[in-house]
């Protein structure tokens, strides 16, 4: 349904009124409790999202969430994604917007922007999104500096074979963020290809289109495809003031894979 209105709302309507709902938002939460570190923009929270509405999550300018602006500060203060003279070749599969308008326009970045279903985004910069299953993705041996894989793999049902295709791609010492979302209290991950009706994996998984609950053994998956993996507690850098300032979830690990 959604990709039908997609194809009968014109581009230009479709923006107009996105920006006039997203000025009303503004000027609903003005204030100065909070701050994006994309847009730099301050308001007093950040607005609720998800299935499960999650309080101060979405910025009401960029709509960056929690998880992006996590990954925004971590590539900034942990990684040379930005500091360094030297071209980094940056695959990056399902590309949120907010990343998308950062690397497409950033002079030492090779982007590589791609997703299974290419013809559902509106973007509007100057690199293409390219057709690509991240199960058999079409490029050469040792060809990227950095792969972004954020919250994809929970949708992939051979998402071994997925790792396995991100460290066949990825140069000798490149590196990759492999983000999914976890549940802290499950041991081993539990998947159940069987269920294939959105409102059953809606009810079992969380969301309709997921096909697994990752556990703490995710790690495990992701040593499997012969990464080398460091499970980055960098959140816990941030004092609780900070977490609520930069509207971050105190529990997200960042998974940093090297090859």
């Known amino acids: 349904m959604k990709e039908l209105i997609?194809?009968?709302i014109p581009d230009s309507f479709f923006r107009y009124y996105k920006n006039q709902l997203k000025k009303k938002k503004i000027k609903h939460h003005e204030g100065d409790n909070v701050i994006c570190p994309f847009c730099h923009s301050r308001f007093s929270e950040f607005g609720s999202f998800g299935l499960v509405p999650r309080k101060n999550a979405e910025c009401h300018n960029c709509e960056s969430l929690e998880r992006h602006?996590?990954?925004?500060?971590?590539?900034?203060?942990?990684?040379?994604?930005?500091?360094?003279?030297?071209?980094?070749?940056?695959?990056?599969?399902?590309?949120?917007?907010?990343?998308?308008?950062i690397f497409s326009n950033h002079q030492n970045i090779e982007?590589?922007?791609?997703?299974?279903?290419?013809e559902t985004y509106r973007y509007h910069g100057n690199v293409p999104i390219s057709k690509v299953d991240v199960t058999k993705i079409p490029f050469e041996d040792n060809y990227f500096d950095v792969v972004i894989c954020n919250h994809v793999l929970e949708h992939v049902i051979e998402d071994q074979l997925a790792m396995s295709e991100i460290y066949r791609v990825l140069k000798k010492g490149g590196w990759s963020i492999l983000q999914v979302p976890i549940d802290q209290d499950r041991e081993v991950t539990f998947?159940?290809?069987?269920?294939?009706?959105?409102k059953e994996r809606l009810r079992v998984f969380g969301q309709k289109d997921h096909v697994r609950c990752y556990g703490t053994d995710y790690i495990e998956r992701l040593k499997k495809a012969s990464f080398i993996v460091s499970e980055d507690d960098f959140i816990k850098s941030f004092s609780k003031e900070d977490l609520f300032k930069y509207g971050l979830m105190d529990s997200e690990l960042i998974y940093h894979c090297e090859k």
């Open 6 to 8: 997609k194809k009968l």
């Open 111 to 118: 982007y590589y922007p791609c997703d299974l279903y290419p």
């Open 191 to 198: 998947e159940d290809f069987s269920i294939i009706s959105p």
């Open 69 to 101: 602006r996590l990954l925004w500060l971590y590539f900034n203060q942990k990684t040379k994604l930005f500091k360094t003279a030297k071209k980094i070749r940056l695959l990056h599969f399902a590309p949120e917007k907010i990343f998308y308008d």
